[in-house]
């Protein structure tokens, strides 16, 4: 595991946010895999500010799936009130912590040449790395990205890596389990008032 491996730059942070937004078709994935959190996405700051993953273009289209910067204020989760999470954080070298916004930043650019990996989830259930470049899905996108960053944190494949994966690797630290919206780094002003919608959606798959 690469992780481990430091240089004398100073220590930073790399957040890790699993999601789990209630809804049938979640409680239903759930059953399956028995795990409490079906999305991940990359954060680079503990406030949540600067968020990235693979999921929902568009907050109620639950169909159409891609890069996505992701928004807890106004975003997908703006929708789901309930959503339960947990904040993990990463520890990195400074210089990590720079070759990770590089990769983020190359998948900001060609945004447009990416798509979401359906494949690839029928992969995990079958444990076979199936997929296709310049497509992937949440915890996939994750996991790459880190990896492409000198982050390595498994000996599988990117397209094999879930969001239980994260919450189990023994480098990662919880700082905060509970309902989204009461993560208290995040700006109250902002939230505002929420109403949960009854919208079906595939979290793990374009939440």
């Not at 910067?69 to 210089?95: I, K, W």
Request: with cysteine; net charge negative; hydrophobic share 35%.
């Amino acid at each position: 595991m690469e992780h481990g491996k430091r240089t004398n730059d100073r220590e930073k942070s790399i957040y890790i946010l699993l999601t789990d937004t209630g809804t049938l078709f979640t409680t239903m994935i759930k059953r399956f895999t028995a795990a409490p959190y079906n999305h991940a996405s990359l954060a680079f700051g503990a406030d949540l500010s600067e968020l990235y993953s693979f999921g929902r273009k568009k907050p109620t289209n639950p169909f159409a799936g891609g890069f996505v910067e992701e928004d807890v204020y106004a975003g997908t989760y703006s929708h789901f009130p309930n959503t339960r999470c947990a904040v993990l954080r990463l520890r990195v070298t400074e210089r990590q912590l720079e070759e990770a916004r590089l990769v983020v930043e190359s998948f900001k650019r060609e945004r447009d040449q990416y798509r979401y990996n359906l494949v690839g989830l029928l992969g995990v259930l079958l444990n076979r790395d199936m997929g296709s470049d310049k497509a992937y899905f949440c915890s996939q996108f994750v996991a790459e990205a880190l990896s492409e960053a000198g982050l390595r944190l498994w000996d599988r494949p990117s397209s094999l890596v879930t969001p239980e994966h994260f919450r189990k690797h023994e480098a990662l630290e919880t700082v905060y389990e509970g309902l989204l919206f009461d993560y208290p780094l995040l700006e109250r002003g902002r939230l505002g008032s929420r109403v949960e919608t009854e919208e079906p959606a595939l979290e793990w798959a374009v939440s």
